[in-house]
């Protein structure tokens, strides 16, 4: 319930799919005392209609609005803040115009997939008053902070490479294959929509700026002639597929998928489960990256999206010694079919065996492992940290997780120069290919939105 007294900031969420649920959530939660929502905007009523259920109970009848209609919104509903959750290619238009009106927003990574959507991010950002945010969760995670702790205090010295893989299974990654992300256009492909993650990471570990990138890629194994097709004729839609196979989803087995876009379809078309190996992927599903930084430090990094397991390791090189982390997050998949792919892709869809390990060996002395805090909830109790961050503010966090537009803007500028790269086969620069210029002089220095949650 809203009343006139109400001092709560009043949020209104673009794109109310499947993660926008977690900000709902905590807006019904531990969030209630300081944020409400007051309009969703979306091009799916009934997607709309699944988010007006959940905040029933608490006296809340957010009003619909269609995203031709999100400056309209904004005025109407006195929008103070606009969380972002809708497919990465519509988040420019979305963030350019909120923060043109005059509104803070909270925006899903990636910030954007193309040269065009940085530029008019980073033109919008400097000459607005509000503020952005860039959710980059992993941030959060007690093991990536424990590692960034260990680079901040300077264990190993001076960092000077990194040489990151990042390996998602055949049932996370195949589900790229299967959704709007399999659509280059609208995903800018892994190397924007998942990598602008680990991008990003690199930046925050090691507080430094990408400059030049030469990147190597294709799509190998899932699409019409991957080497992972099973072989014979595939029906389309991944509902179809025979009983036992490992790429079918029955969408029909999960509450959240069945009402989110299973009895969704009549109103937009848009249908969330297409075969991995159906024609139509225009996204890579392995790439391999070589950043160079600012200080003169420089990444390898491999992204495999058909890998056994889940998980991914990091070893970082300093003047003084290493250190490596070590994270499998599902130590294999077992392939029996369509619900059991759907639970593995719900809220807690972990399988197999899962751990963290994160040492730090010094030269001339023997490799030491240090301790990572375990949190509850997703990503460790990361999740439960950034939205605390988000909608409370935590202070002066000396770990300096919450990311601004800068942050955003140099993670995503990684992943289009991975693409340009990829498609002229010659290295990237970032700023001289006119991907984003950002003044900012270094990553401490942007830290736009530090003080205080929205
Ligand atoms: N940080 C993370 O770990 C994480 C996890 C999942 C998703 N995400 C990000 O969240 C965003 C949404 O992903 P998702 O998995 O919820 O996708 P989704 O497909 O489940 O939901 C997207 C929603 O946006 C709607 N939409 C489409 N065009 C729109 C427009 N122009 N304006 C407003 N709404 C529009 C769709 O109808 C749909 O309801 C993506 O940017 C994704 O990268 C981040």
Request: glycine fraction near 10%; charge should be negative.
């Amino acid at each position: 319930m809203i009343t006139s007294t109400d001092r709560r900031r009043r949020y209104a969420v673009a794109g109310t799919g499947s993660r926008a649920a977690m900000y709902v959530d905590a807006m019904l939660g531990e969030h209630a005392d300081v944020a409400v929502p007051v309009a969703w905007c979306d091009t799916n009523e009934v997607r709309m209609a699944y988010y007006d259920a959940k905040v029933r109970a608490a006296g809340l009848a957010p009003v619909h609005y269609h995203p031709d209609d999100l400056s309209r919104m904004l005025s109407e509903q006195q929008v103070d803040v606009l969380i972002v959750t809708s497919p990465d290619h519509t988040h420019a238009e979305i963030v350019t115009r909120a923060l043109a009106a005059g509104v803070d927003v909270i925006c899903e990574k990636p910030l954007t997939i193309d040269a065009a959507g940085l530029r008019a991010i980073e033109s919008a950002a400097r000459e607005s008053s509000a503020r952005l945010i860039l959710t980059f969760n992993y941030r959060y995670s007690p093991r990536n902070s424990a590692l960034r702790e260990v680079i901040a205090a300077g264990t190993i010295g001076r960092v000077v490479s990194v040489h990151f893989e990042w390996m998602l299974d055949t049932v996370h990654g195949a589900d790229y294959f299967r959704r709007w992300h399999r659509d280059k256009r609208h995903s800018g492909g892994l190397a924007v929509h998942k990598a602008a993650h680990h991008f990003d990471l690199v930046n925050w570990w090691i507080d430094d700026v990408p400059e030049t990138v030469h990147a190597l890629g294709g799509l190998h194994f899932y699409g019409a002639e991957g080497a992972g097709h099973p072989g014979g004729s595939r029906s389309p839609l991944a509902r179809d597929t025979q009983p036992g196979d490992p790429y079918g989803l029955d969408m029909a087995e999960d509450d959240k998928m069945r009402e989110l876009f299973l009895t969704a379809e009549h109103a937009d078309g848009y249908l969330r489960d297409r075969d991995v190996f159906a024609p139509g992927v225009s996204i890579e599903d392995t790439l391999s990256v070589l950043v160079g930084y600012r200080s003169g430090a420089s990444m390898t990094y491999s992204l495999t999206a058909h890998s056994p397991l889940e998980g991914y390791r990091v070893n970082v090189n300093g003047t003084r010694g290493r250190a490596e982390l070590e994270v499998v997050e599902r130590s294999h998949t077992a392939g029996t079919g369509r619900s059991q792919t759907a639970k593995l892709l719900g809220p807690n869809g972990k399988s197999g065996q899962a751990g963290a390990r994160l040492t730090v060996q010094k030269h001339w002395e023997v490799a030491t492992e240090i301790p990572i805090p375990v949190g509850s909830g997703a990503h460790g109790g990361g999740d439960i940290l950034m939205l605390r961050d988000i909608f409370r503010g935590t202070g002066d966090d000396p770990l300096r997780r919450q990311a601004g537009y800068v942050d955003g803007l140099r993670s995503a500028a990684v992943g289009v120069a991975t693409n340009q790269s990829l498609s002229t086969g010659s290295p990237a620069r970032i700023a001289a290919a006119g991907l984003v210029e950002v003044s900012v002089p270094s990553a401490r220095g942007s830290h736009v939105v530090a003080e205080g949650g929205l």
